[in-house]
């Protein structure tokens, strides 16, 4: 099992331009999310989608889209890229987070990263 | 909304020194809390968890005691070693108003052992 993949690994844009970072599953992971991390911030949820054909927004979502294209993957695209997207993107999944659930079914499983620079 | 609150780092200590890496948390409900590590140049990966009130998560020599009553889930390790060196970030399962819970996270605590 591979896990959590994310591509490109690094990315550089110039404002303006538009990109979509990819992310797979192949955990049969209900839920999948976003995160970028920026130095002293920790992880912020960007999107998250609880369960194949939803999405929702997180804690930062402007200037980003989402597709849950089928169960194993999720996708981010950056429409017209900012310097301040500059930033490492983690992808994640869990087995969901329905309240109630099991409780185990919280913990989430990331991705390598994908280190994004915007001149 | 739920938060995650750790000591700054970053945490110095040299091979097979004592570690504490404080971390208490504002919830309502009763969340899950966890721990987690990123290496250099990785994601981030599960060190340890609980689920309820006392539950002690352990794993390769590190431990953490769920305490309700003063809110905290504090990282601690008898004997660090180099290969520690990390970053550290605590967090707790959220529930949203859509009935689906997220994961809030500290903002992690960088630990360097030197030999």
């Known amino acids: 099992n591979a896990g959590v993949t994310q591509t490109p690994k690094f990315q550089v844009l110039k404002t303006g331009q538009s990109m979509t970072l990819q992310c797979a599953q192949d955990?049969?992971?209900?839920?999948m999310y976003w995160y970028r991390q920026d130095p002293g911030m920790g992880l912020r949820l960007i999107y998250y989608s609880a369960s194949e054909g939803t999405t929702d927004k997180g804690e930062v979502p402007n200037g980003y889209n989402v597709s849950r294209l089928n169960k194993r993957e999720f996708s981010l695209r950056l429409e017209s890229a900012a310097p301040s997207q500059t930033s490492v993107y983690f992808c994640?999944?869990?087995?969901?987070?329905?309240?109630?659930?099991?409780?185990?079914?919280?913990?989430?499983?990331f991705g390598p990263g994908t280190r994004l620079t915007v001149l | 909304g739920d938060s995650v609150t750790q000591m700054e780092g970053p945490v110095t200590l040299s091979e097979e020194a004592f570690l504490t890496i404080n971390c208490t948390y504002t919830?309502?409900?009763?969340?899950?809390l966890f721990w987690y590590v990123q290496y250099p140049g990785e994601g981030l990966q599960l060190l340890l968890k609980a689920t309820k009130a006392d539950d002690k998560g352990s794993n390769k020599g590190f431990e953490a005691t769920y305490r309700k009553e003063t809110t905290s889930f504090h990282l601690e390790k008898g004997s660090v070693q180099v290969s520690d060196s990390a970053v550290y970030f605590c967090a707790l399962s959220e529930l949203g108003n859509t009935g689906f819970q997220k994961l809030v996270f500290g903002t992690g605590t960088r630990l360097l052992v030197s030999p």
């Open positions: 955990m049969n992971h209900n839920s």
């Open positions: 994640a999944s869990s087995r969901g987070g329905l309240a109630g659930g099991p409780k185990d079914y919280n913990e989430q499983f």
């Open positions: 919830a309502t409900g009763y969340p899950s």
